[in-house]
């Protein structure tokens, strides 16, 4: 009787044994793929993240806003002629510069109008060659063989009641790190979301740049663009410092202080992650 209870004991621990190593192996892949997800998404260019997206906002774009700049363009372009010849005493003081300067204020207001996708993918091209550049230092994958030969040795030495402890805990936490991993899925996600919405309107900021006093509108919105472009580059700094951390983990002699380690290492880039956008608008003073 007491070799049978001894069996099932051994078999009941075998079992448990099996589904903690399974929760923990799960928690570090998990890990391990949005890190590696994290790395290839924000290192894209609108037009490479989604073509479809990219081709209907341009489409939307061109069709629909760029006709409002261009009367907003039209209306400053004679505010800046009026202005002009006012200021030289009603043309009294005429100066044949002063129209030079203007049309070669025209041209370059119609060609910064012109030329916006191609200013917009300038801006975001230099961005990806940055974050790409620091793709390198990042190391997402983890050596899970040495973690869990310990963790196989840990888990043998405990009793039943600590295992189902264990199991409970690792299954918790498991499931916890896949509600963290859907938060880090929306950040990215919507980041790219707010490029598209940013660039959708771009004509009617971009085309107020001939102008002193209404330059501002241009100015904070090249900034934002900015901004929006060189948060994936934060991004990429705190993945890289989750990538650092987790290492850690593999090398904790405590199962538990390892689970939990990792669960807070997720926590904590979520939340690093969410305060990206104001970190670089603050960066480049976009408001």
Same mark, same amino acid.
């Given at each position: 009787?007491?070799?049978? #209870?001894?069996?099932?004991?051994?078999?009941?621990?075998?079992?448990?044994?099996a589904?903690?190593t399974?929760?923990f192996?799960?928690m570090?892949?998990l890990a391990n793929?949005?890190?590696n997800?994290?790395a290839?998404?924000v290192g894209q260019?609108?037009e490479?993240?989604?073509?479809?997206?990219?081709?209907?906002?341009?489409?939307?774009s061109?069709?629909?806003?760029?006709p409002?700049a261009?009367?907003?363009?039209?209306f400053?372009l004679c505010?800046e002629?009026?202005h002009?010849i006012?200021?030289?005493?009603?043309?009294?003081e005429?100066d044949? !510069?002063i129209?030079f300067k203007?049309?070669f204020?025209t041209?370059?207001a119609v060609y @910064?109008?012109?030329h916006t996708?191609?200013i917009?993918?300038f801006?975001?091209?230099l961005?990806?060659?940055?974050?790409?550049?620091?793709a390198?230092?990042i190391?997402g994958?983890?050596?899970?063989?040495m973690a869990l030969s310990?963790?196989?040795?840990?888990?043998?030495a405990?009793?039943v009641?600590?295992l189902?402890g264990?199991f409970?805990e690792s =299954?918790?936490l498991? =499931?916890?790190m896949?509600?963290m991993?859907?938060?880090?899925?929306?950040?990215?996600?919507?980041?790219?979301?707010?490029i598209?919405l940013t660039?959708?309107?771009?004509?009617?900021?971009?085309?107020?740049?001939a102008?002193?006093?209404w330059?501002?509108?241009?100015?904070?919105y090249?900034?934002?663009l =900015?901004?929006?472009? #060189?948060q994936g580059?934060? @991004?990429m700094?705190?993945v890289a410092?989750y990538?650092?951390?987790?290492?850690s983990?593999?090398a904790?002699?405590?199962?538990?202080?390892a689970?939990w380690?990792s669960?807070a290492?997720?926590?904590?880039?979520?939340?690093t992650?969410f305060?990206t956008?104001?970190?670089?608008?603050?960066? !480049?003073?976009?408001?």
């Amino acid at each position: 009787m007491t070799g049978l #209870f001894d069996s099932i004991t051994e078999w009941f621990r075998a079992l448990l044994i099996a589904g903690i190593t399974s929760h923990f192996t799960q928690m570090f892949n998990l890990a391990n793929d949005k890190t590696n997800e994290i790395a290839s998404q924000v290192g894209q260019t609108p037009e490479g993240w989604n073509s479809g997206i990219f081709s209907l906002i341009r489409t939307l774009s061109q069709t629909v806003v760029m006709p409002i700049a261009g009367m907003i363009l039209t209306f400053i372009l004679c505010y800046e002629l009026i202005h002009m010849i006012i200021e030289k005493n009603n043309m009294a003081e005429f100066d044949t !510069f002063i129209l030079f300067k203007w049309i070669f204020k025209t041209f370059c207001a119609v060609y @910064i109008l012109t030329h916006t996708f191609d200013i917009i993918m300038f801006i975001f091209g230099l961005a990806q060659s940055v974050i790409n550049g620091s793709a390198g230092i990042i190391s997402g994958s983890l050596d899970m063989t040495m973690a869990l030969s310990d963790l196989d040795t840990q888990l043998k030495a405990m009793e039943v009641g600590e295992l189902i402890g264990l199991f409970i805990e690792s =299954f918790f936490l498991k =499931f916890t790190m896949n509600a963290m991993s859907l938060c880090v899925f929306l950040i990215i996600y919507g980041r790219m979301i707010e490029i598209y919405l940013t660039i959708s309107v771009a004509p009617i900021p971009l085309s107020t740049m001939a102008n002193r006093e209404w330059s501002g509108m241009g100015t904070n919105y090249l900034r934002a663009l =900015f901004a929006v472009a #060189f948060q994936g580059f934060l @991004i990429m700094i705190c993945v890289a410092i989750y990538a650092v951390l987790l290492q850690s983990i593999t090398a904790m002699p405590n199962i538990h202080t390892a689970l939990w380690g990792s669960a807070a290492y997720m926590i904590l880039l979520c939340f690093t992650l969410f305060k990206t956008g104001s970190l670089a608008k603050s960066l !480049f003073a976009a408001h």
